[in-house]
């Protein structure tokens, strides 16, 4: 299930403006890589192209590979939609499908890729929330609206959505920076959990998350505003935390700035 | 003041009174107030003016399909009109909710960037045209250019009773008044719903491209639904506007008492129009019977309202207001 991501020469465009540049990193399957920074240095730009979500903004582009399993996913007969659906998402501000019942948002996926019987749609949504940790929390209300959920269950619905379709990868932006201290536990348990199946890739801008959840850490700055953001170094996170080799992993990591 | 400044004096925690909020608060209440009244009245104005000829009628008011007010045995319906305004309206309807909620897509999510609002403003602005031109347009132009195009209705689909024309003649037909209520209230259901299209919230359309969604999917997933209760709205909005328009269906019917389905042929009679041909003729009876058939298009379009708040309210939980 789980697959490894290649980034070779990344280069990212908001129309003219060069976000991100020289991008080069490998993200190792079954788990989990972190992404850290100062705001604004582009973790989530780089996030978006890994499933070409980054292409939705109008005048936004990329230059360089980046292959999925050897495959590279800006291929000239790759269609993004199925990398979409092979490497899944989630957002920093859950968000469920708010005229969606909660059974509904996590079949959404499904349904659009094949028609399925009610009982194995009944099979999907019990183990991908199960997956999210969230089954027990919903299973007496699923034809409940998202929106009466706590924003921490909300997000753990975005998730048991995100894997009911069974991607390969799953990017989260932030996806505890709306939760509260609680909520925020249970994602990172839950993460914990996932990366047996699942590569996957998180952007946080809280250290303490970065060292407790991910295996591997990836440190992005940007050298001043309109400078394109870069990949700093990328390490183990026990040595990005213990033993940076640049100064300016260290300066961050140690609160000096950012 | 000074000593309502200094940090010693402790608000009180007790109820104040607030004069703006309860100014706000009276103001709205009043308004709404206001609204009912003004509504309620209206309705009791109508009946009180149409009852003397109700009651002189001689023939039953909501079926009979004649108009002789004035006779001296006076005989009125309203079913040739409510026949007309509703089957003017249903086609005007069937036409311009597919294209004006095509029309608001294209400018909302699918038109290049650049382009969008031009078309957006140019769609707004045929809002703004009066409807005398659109009844003119009608008479002048697109009479005589759609005769060949009723004619192809009638022979290729002629089995349909709707395009049936036993007549030959194309003209002053309930189709093209049709047309021109379509033409008329494409811009308020575009409009509308283009708004409503805009509002949906990044997140969601992001959600759905995310899970593989085609631009199609992302459409029917995140946009359509979040948009409906507005979609709804748009649509009745401009049914209200079809099921009122006067001028530009008063010029191009030529006025009849009948129920004929066949919609190409001409004739055909709605309320809005029937009231203004016919006022300036009306005896005492007649203009009783005018406004009886005014309060009975007053009391359609209310159900029509009605009707779409509870389309809209029975899903509430739903509609992403929290
Ligand atoms: N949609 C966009 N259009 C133009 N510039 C953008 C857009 N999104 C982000 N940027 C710019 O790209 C840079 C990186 O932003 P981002 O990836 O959001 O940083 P981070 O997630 O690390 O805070 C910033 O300079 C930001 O202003
Ligand atoms: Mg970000």
Known sequence: MAKRIDVSDLNVYYGTFLAVEGVNLVVEPRAVTAFIGPSGCGKSTVLRTLNRMHEVTPGARIEGKILLDHENIYGPDIDPVNVRSTI??????????????????????????????????????????????????????????????????QQRLCIARAIAIQPQVLLMDEPCSALDPISTLAIEELIHELKQQYTIVIVTHNMQQAARVSDTTAFFNIAGTGKPGKLIEMNTTANIFGSPSEKATEDYISGRFG | MTQLLSPQVQPPLGRSSRPRDAAFAGISRGSGIIVLFTMGAIGAFLLWKALPALRANTVPFLTSTQWFPDDPQPKFGIAALAFGTLLSSVIAMVIAVPV?????????????????PTLGYVVDLLAAVPSIIFGLWGLQ?????????????????????????SQNIYTRSIALAAVVLAIMILPTVSAISREVFNQVPPGHIEAALALGATRWETMRTAVFPFARPGMVSAAMLGLG???????AVALILSATFSINWHVTE???????ANIALKWNEAGNIGLGALIASGLVLYIITFAVNMAARVVVERRRDFSGAN
Do not use: C
């Not at chain 1, 499908?97 to 999907?124: H, Q």
């Not at chain 2, 004006?100 to 969008?116: D, E, I, K, M, Q």
């Open chain 2, 100 to 116: 004006g909620l095509g029309v608001a897509l294209y400018t909302s999510h699918y038109a290049p960037r650049r382009f969008a």
């Open chain 2, 266 to 272: 001409p004739g055909g009679n709605t309320f809005a």
């Open chain 2, 141 to 165: 132009i697109l009479m005589p250019n759609s005769i060949g195009l009723w004619r192809w209705f009638d022979q290729h689909l002629g089995f349909i009773p709707l395009f049936n024309n």
């Open chain 1, 88 to 153: 899944g998402m989630v957002f920093q501000k859950p968000n469920p499908f708010p005229t969606m019942s909660i059974y509904g948002n996590v079949v959404a996926g499904i349904k659009l890729k094949k028609r399925t019987k009610k009982s194995e749609l009944d099979d999907v949504v019990e183990s991908s929330l199960r997956g999210a940790n969230l089954w027990e929390e919903v299973k007496d209300r699923l034809d409940r609206p998202g929106s009466v959920l706590s924003g921490g269950q």
């Open chain 2, 241 to 247: 506007r079809a099921l009122g328009e006067t001028i």
